[in-house]
């Protein structure tokens, strides 16, 4: 089983099994990803459409390719969501001055 603790299922073909890439396994950097707003209220929302990622057959991955590929899938979501923030209500990311 790959790191992270996702949950393995069966796929139609007995010998390969599917896993599920899960928030849970880039909790740290999800967090992160989706930090826009003080109340934190945009992690849940990640979880949501996420879920539904997931639900959709998105998220799944027999090898680390496709690992990696729905990794990016989740944090391309997180750059969507961050520059529709900057879009819509002009909240933007901003880098502290060193």
């Known amino acids: 089983m790959p790191a992270g603790g996702e949950n393995p299922t069966l ?3 007995s010998r390969k ?5 899960l928030i ?7 967090q992160g990803a989706f930090n826009v707003w003080v109340d934190g209220g945009e992690l849940q929302w990640a979880k949501e459409v996420w879920d539904r990622t997931v639900a959709a057959g998105f998220a799944n991955y027999s090898n680390e390719i496709e690992r990696h590929r729905a990794a990016v899938l989740f944090f391309g979501l997180a750059g969507l969501y961050r520059d529709f923030c900057s879009l819509a209500w002009e909240e933007r990311d901003t880098i502290p001055p060193a």
């Open 11 to 13: 796929s139609t073909d």
């Open 24 to 30: 849970a396994q880039v909790k740290g950097a999800a």
């Open 17 to 21: 099994k599917i896993f599920v890439f």
